[in-house]
């Protein structure tokens, strides 16, 4: 079992950025697709970002591509989420999620088993 914490979240104004970071401990970090699902008031958590297990794949909502860019470090155990150009919409908490089983091609939550607690980002427009 794999335990999440994020951290890096904020105010920002529109057009800034943010590097949201998540650390892994317990389990095998290098075993699991990460990704990055985002929930804004009132609406359902959505997918954002995910990464394959070495890091050499990557998956993007359209809504961030382009602007998003995630990475991981398996000897650190964290993935991180840089986050540039960011706009109002991108207002949201962001969670970190583990999947043990899946692929990074997943984009739902059912396909992920752990999650962290969220970082909250603001974007003021």
């Known amino acids: 079992q794999v335990q999440l914490v994020e951290s890096g979240g904020g105010l920002v104004q529109a057009g800034g950025s943010l590097r949201l970071s998540c650390a892994a401990s317990?389990?095998?970090?290098?075993?699991?697709?990460m990704g990055w699902f985002r929930q804004a008031p009132g609406k359902e958590r959505e997918f954002v970002a995910a990464?394959?297990?070495?890091?050499?794949?990557?998956n993007y909502a359209d809504s961030v591509k382009g602007r998003f860019t995630l990475s991981r470090d398996n000897a650190k155990k964290t993935v991180s989420l840089q986050m540039n150009s960011l706009k109002h919409e991108d207002t949201a908490v962001y969670y970190c999620?583990?999947?043990?089983?899946?692929?990074?091609?997943?984009?739902?939550?059912?396909?992920?088993?752990?999650w962290g607690q969220g970082t909250q980002v603001t974007v003021s427009s």
């Open positions: 990464i394959s297990r070495s890091g050499g794949i990557t």
């Open positions: 999620g583990a999947n043990l089983y899946g692929s990074s091609g997943q984009i739902e939550l059912r396909f992920y088993e752990y």
């Open positions: 317990a389990g095998t970090f290098s075993g699991y697709v």
